[in-house]
């Protein structure tokens, strides 16, 4: 399994990002994803998930910001994210599955390699 984030940098308050996670050695046609991030000295935060179907669900504080959309026949996983504010800082992760990635995070599991990419650093600052 490989995750492999892009996209990441920094960026003006107001400013938009758009993140994407390049997905292989799995069946990403079948599977959940999500976004989660971890901002500096706090524990990760579950962003967003997205079906296989395309169903998306969000966060509440990112609900009207940020868009998480899917590409299934490049195996692809985006994150659109508008309004961009300085508390939006942190390290983003692309991960598989929605309610094992959420109860990770919930339980303050570690991230696992197998599921997990390794991340992509986002700054808002002015």
């Known amino acids: 399994v490989q995750l492999v984030e892009s996209g990441g940098g920094m960026v003006q308050p107001g400013g938009s990002l758009r993140l994407s996670c390049a997905a292989s050695?799995?069946?990403?046609?079948?599977?959940?994803m999500s976004w989660a991030r971890q901002a500096p000295g706090k524990g990760l935060e579950w962003v967003s998930g997205i079906y296989s179907d395309g169903t998306t669900y969000y966060a509440d504080s990112m609900k009207g910001r940020f868009t998480i959309s899917r590409d299934n026949a490049k195996s692809m996983v985006y994150l659109q994210m508008n309004s961009l504010k300085p508390e939006d800082t942190a390290v983003y992760y692309c991960?598989?599955?929605?309610?094992?990635?959420?109860?990770?995070?919930?339980?303050?599991?570690?991230?696992?390699?197998?599921?997990w990419g390794q991340g992509t650093q986002v700054t808002v600052s002015s």
């Open positions: 050695g799995f069946t990403f046609n079948s599977s959940a």
């Open positions: 991960a598989i599955g929605i309610a094992k990635v959420r109860v990770t995070i919930a339980t303050g599991r570690e991230k696992g390699s197998d599921s």
